[in-house]
């Protein structure tokens, strides 16, 4: 079992920098890949980044390539998103999540679930 919380989010203005935390529980964390999502009101939980076990392979939606960085502290057990250059586009609730294999960019590749952190970016 793992349990995900994130942090980190809020309201920042076009253009402006978040950085996501999402701390888990449990002595296993290194053994999952880590996963970033979003979900926009009225919309899908879409795939944001995913980063491997020992963070050696990372993978972006084409939507965040060149502006956001998924990074993992395995001794401190946290994943990470640096979010630059933000658009109003990128406002949504952000959910880490855990998966048991390898890294993956669909929802049911995932076994485990944060509550989400809102990020709204203003114009």
């Known amino acids: 079992q793992v349990q995900l919380v994130e942090s980190g989010g809020g309201l920042v203005q076009a253009g402006g920098s978040l950085r996501l935390s999402c701390a888990a529980s449990?002595?296993?964390?290194?053994?999952?890949?880590m996963g970033w999502f979003r979900q926009a009101p009225g919309k899908e939980r879409e795939f944001v980044a995913t980063?491997?076990?020992?963070?050696?392979?990372?993978y972006y939606a084409d939507s965040v390539k060149g502006r956001f960085t998924i990074s993992r502290d395995n001794a401190k057990n946290t994943v990470y998103l640096q979010m630059n250059s933000l658009k109003p586009e990128d406002t949504a609730v952000y959910y880490c999540?855990?998966?048991?294999?390898?890294?993956?960019?669909?929802?049911?590749?995932?076994?485990?679930w944060g509550q989400g952190t809102q990020v709204t970016v203003s114009s």
């Open positions: 449990g002595r296993t964390f290194s053994s999952y890949a």
């Open positions: 980063i491997s076990r020992r963070g050696s392979s990372t």
């Open positions: 999540a855990a998966a048991p294999r390898s890294i993956g960019t669909t929802k049911i590749e995932y076994d485990y």
